[in-house]
Nanobody
């Protein structure tokens, strides 16, 4: 199983980035997909989730700015991040776990750095 994130980078506040996470080795359509982030000195935080059926949920701090989506034909989950803020700076990780199970039982990508400057 492999999850490969891409799309991170450095942007100024107010800018946008689109993260991608390509999965292989799993039957993607059966998996819920999460995006987590971890800032220096902080615990890893669940940012957004999308179920195998396409239902989405977000942490309050990103609602209205971030959008999670998935393309089952391409085995890929996306995180569109708009109106980025310096506090969004973190390493972003994707997680794949079977629907109905916890992300702690799932698979992790290697992470991609997002840096938002003033």
């Amino acid at each position: 199983v492999q999850l490969v994130e891409s799309g991170g980078g450095s942007v100024q506040a107010g800018g946008s980035l689109r993260l991608s996470c390509a999965a292989s080795g799993i039957t993607f359509r059966f998996y819920a997909m999460d995006w987590y982030r971890q800032a220096p000195g902080k615990q890893r935080e669940l940012v957004a989730t999308i179920t195998s059926g396409g239902i989405t949920d977000y942490v309050d701090s990103v609602k209205g700015r971030f959008t999670i989506s998935r393309d089952n034909a391409k085995n890929t989950v996306f995180l569109q991040m708009n109106i980025l803020k310096p506090e969004d700076t973190a390493v972003y990780y994707c997680n794949a776990h079977l629907s109905g199970t916890s992300s702690s039982t799932g698979y992790w990508g290697q992470g991609t750095q997002v840096t938002v400057s003033f």
